[in-house]
């Protein structure tokens, strides 16, 4: 199984980032899926997070500037984000649930000020 996180990198505040997640050795669409996020010194948080019928749920701190969203076809889910702030700074993870657990290998987002 392996879980391949990209679209990480530097973005000043108040701009977008669009994260992908390509998932390989999994049925995609019977897995619940995740966005995750881990700033230093602090616990890694749930972003976002679309169930394998497609029902979404977010964050207080992301709603309305975040959308994850799946695609079955390419095993892939996305997380669009927008009006980016400096807190928003963290190394993301892409995460796939159903009988197991399964995470991405993190990729970096910087929002500068």
């Known amino acids: 199984v392996q879980l391949q996180a990209s679209g990480g990198g530097l973005v000043q505040a108040g701009g977008s980032l669009r994260l992908s997640c390509a998932a390989s050795?999994?049925?995609?669409?019977?897995?619940?899926l995740g966005w995750y996020r881990q700033a230093p010194g602090k616990q890694r948080e749930l972003v976002a997070s679309i169930t394998s019928f497609g029902s979404t749920s977010y964050a207080d701190s992301v709603k309305g500037r975040f959308t994850i969203s799946r695609d079955n076809a390419k095993n892939t889910v996305f997380l669009q984000m927008n009006s980016l702030k400096p807190e928003d700074t963290a190394v993301y993870y892409c995460?796939?649930?159903?009988?197991?657990?399964?995470w991405g290998q993190g990729t970096q987002v910087t929002v500068s000020s």
């Open positions: 995460n796939a649930r159903n009988r197991a657990t399964y």
């Open positions: 050795g999994i049925i995609f669409a019977v897995n619940n």
